[in-house]
């Protein structure tokens, strides 16, 4: 079935430094690809997707490429800030009948001034 | 509402009572999600909803676990003689239709605050 791994945490970063939380996939077919975050004390938002080979999601300065050759999909961001302390999710939907969505088990960020 | 609403925050019981969760999606989103996000886990997919069906309950980890949906819109999760290892954060989530493939979910999930629930 399908599965997300993604590096396990905490990462601690010091503020402006870059970024890098690795995530690979397995699925069969074409999924689409996310990133969520849950900052603390609150739920689960999107913060960017892909939805085929070579995209890349960006959002508030955080990019993510879909790579299939490589089954990742990992996310980078160049200069971190303290408010991105949060815990990250990669994850997976399927192609299948419905976008069922298949969750890494979750990489907290924690960046200190 | 403006997002994904459910209640309660907080629920604390004891080891064998009955809980039931609530979860109100978007309004107009046809689909909705059950979610168990444990301790130091990452979120273990439970029930899926489309309108008031449930195609796919394989993520339920017991019979003591059952879900319902009524109008198309609101949700319980229902938990029936808690265990200790029930005890988790419950999240919900809704995503609406791809106009273009028809009554296809969009693969955007929008969450719930989540409910923690405590079994003593």
């Known amino acids: 079935g399908d599965s997300v791994t993604q590096m396990e945490g905490p990462v601690t970063l010091s503020e402006e430094a870059f970024l890098t939380i690795n995530c690979t996939y397995t699925a069969t077919g074409y999924p689409s690809l996310f990133w969520y975050v849950q900052y603390p004390g609150e739920g689960l938002q999107l913060l960017l997707k892909?939805?085929?080979?070579?995209d890349k999601g960006s959002n508030k300065g955080f990019e993510a490429t879909y790579r299939k050759e490589t089954t990742s999909f990992h996310l980078e961001k160049g200069s971190v800030q303290v408010s991105d302390s949060a815990v990250y999710f990669c994850a997976l939907s399927g192609d299948g009948g419905y976008q069922k969505v298949t969750f890494g088990t979750g990489t907290k960020l924690q960046v200190i001034p | 509402g403006a997002g994904v609403s459910q209640s309660p925050s907080n629920k604390v019981t004891e080891k064998g009572k009955d809980v039931e969760l609530r979860c109100d999606p978007i309004?107009?989103?046809?689909?909705l999600y059950w979610y168990r996000q444990s301790l130091g886990q990452g979120l273990e997919f439970l029930i899926y909803f489309q309108g008031n069906s449930a195609p796919d309950k394989s993520g339920l980890p017991s019979d003591r676990f059952s879900a319902e949906r009524t109008g198309g819109s609101v949700s319980t999760l229902t938990i029936q003689r808690t265990q200790q290892e029930d005890s988790a954060v419950y999240l919900c989530?809704?995503?609406?239709?791809?106009?273009?493939?028809?009554?296809?979910?969009?693969?955007?999930?929008?969450f719930g605050p989540g409910t923690r629930l405590t079994v003593l």
């Open positions: 989530a809704s995503s609406g239709q791809d106009g273009l493939a028809g009554v296809r979910p969009t693969d955007t999930q929008y």
């Open positions: 309004s107009g989103h046809t689909a």
């Open positions: 892909a939805t085929k080979a070579d």
